[in-house]
């Protein structure tokens, strides 16, 4: 068997797609015009970049270029158009693949004494930018952590599991699994994203209701910085001092390199089902979540639909006419027009209590006027969870380029921002005449709030114009976000292009209090300076 071979300038592995449907295609060019310029992702060559020399780095290290390509952005639209467009200015100068913790403290002594940077590297899929080696930055050498990885202790009374922080999900899952444990973690990057990247991103999976997020798995941790380790062991609880897996978690590569990672697993469940309903609004279907949560469901995931994400859903759906038609008259008598959204619930565990949820949201939802749709959607969502990212980068082939961000609020605010963050970015293009089509959904559920998740598409013109595009965008968004006093992000984490908008989520004593700690643990700003701390805009770079 060949090994899959991961695709530049896009999502997954050569060879794998996912197509827009012809009423897909239809549906977007109703809502935006003709396609535009496609950026296609075919050929894309690395330019000549000379790596500058760095001297010996203590672990191994690759110089070729296509490597060096391969490590030079993230997995975010723009990296995307930049790799496309051929506007790629900088490549890390060295791909360096540490195989023990001494090495990558070795690395970052190494790379300080020369005043090199280290971007940290796990699967490469931030979408903030977070990976983005800069033009015109100081020499940099990018930490591929993938020879760091595997299980490498397991206490089985307690649950408690060690690996390596470059394991990819299905690494996690399949050890796991052999010991008919899970971590619960399936974000849907989950095939090539690792768990030292959800730790420096405070990841949030799919089944976040149930299994929490990546926050509640990690028991312990050991990060390498310059200036020494940090090793925190794994208690199930403790009350000596502030906790400081919470100063790891999240912390981007700044503070150091995440080397292993201890995570509480949990039986493997039995069961796990979902299921499908349309409630009649949005906010409905809002205080359905709200209730259902506040009154402890045992459900793992809960996903809300606004009305044009519901709608595009619909278009998109290759359901033979006749079953429409029986939708649509069903729909009917439950009252529900086009203001109807689409619910997705699951429940794992025993068969015998995973049904019992089902059942009692299926109640609920009934009773908030909500259509039953059974088991059919959700087995659509389980087939294409992983897929859908494919989707992103056959748009970008044809002329549209499509883009998320998210954010989360208490329940109080969540309707006023979904409409006030959703119109700013509808109307970000609104002075060059172009239009931007917005879709969102409530993807994770908390006792006192939500996440709030964006999807828009926009034409693509030539690689330069639609960065520029997406920038503006991004810019509109960020701003809106802050001004509806919402998080910059319930999941994706700050990276370069949050950045700028850090200090207004902080305060001027949270930022400094995290410029202090960098400070403390590399004193040289060695490791990724240009995430989290970085107030300049990079979006265009
Ligand atoms: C299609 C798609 C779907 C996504 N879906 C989700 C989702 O459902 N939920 C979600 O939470 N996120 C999602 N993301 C975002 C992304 O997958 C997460 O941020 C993920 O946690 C990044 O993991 P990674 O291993 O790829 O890290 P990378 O992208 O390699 O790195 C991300 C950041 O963490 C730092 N870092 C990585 N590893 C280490 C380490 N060992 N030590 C120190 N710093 C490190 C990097 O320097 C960088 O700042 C998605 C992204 C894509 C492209």
Redo the contacts with the bound molecule.
Sequence with gaps: MTARQRRIGG?GYEGETMEPSLAQMVWLETRLGPPGTPLRGDNIAAPRVPARRLGDLPAPVSLDARDRLAHAR???LADMIVLRGGLTGALPDAVCRPTTPDEVQGVLRACASVGAHV??????????G??NVLRGDAPTVTLD?EN?SGLSAFDELSGLATFG??T?GPDVESALGARGLTLGH?????E???????????????QSLGYG??EAMTAGVE?VAPAGRLDLRAWPASAAGPDLRQLVLG?????????RVTVRARPRPEAHLVEGALVPSFDVGAHLLRTLVRQGVPLDMLRLSDAAETQASLAADATPTILRHLLKRYLGLRGIGDEGCFLLFGASGSRRAARAAIWQTRRMAWREGGALLGAGPGRHWLRDRYR??YL?EALLDRGYATD?LETALPWSALAAARERVGSAIAGALADTGERVVVLCHV?HVYLDGASLYFTFFFRSAAAQETLRRWATIKRTANASLVSAGATLSH???V?QWHAPAYEAEVGLQGRALMAAMARHLDPQAV??PH?LLDARDHMEE
Excluded at 251 to 259: A, D, F, N, W
């Design positions: 999502w993230g997995q975010g971007i940290p590297w796990g699967g490469g899929t931030s979408v903030t977070g990976v952590l760091l922080a470059g990819r399936f974000p849907q990057s989950w090539l994203s690792t768990l030292g990247g959800w730790v420096a991103t405070r990841s949030a999976g799919q997020g990546i990060l912390s981007e590569g700044r503070l150091g390199v995440i080397t859908r990212p992103r998320t993807s999941h994706h984490g990276g490791l990724n995430v």
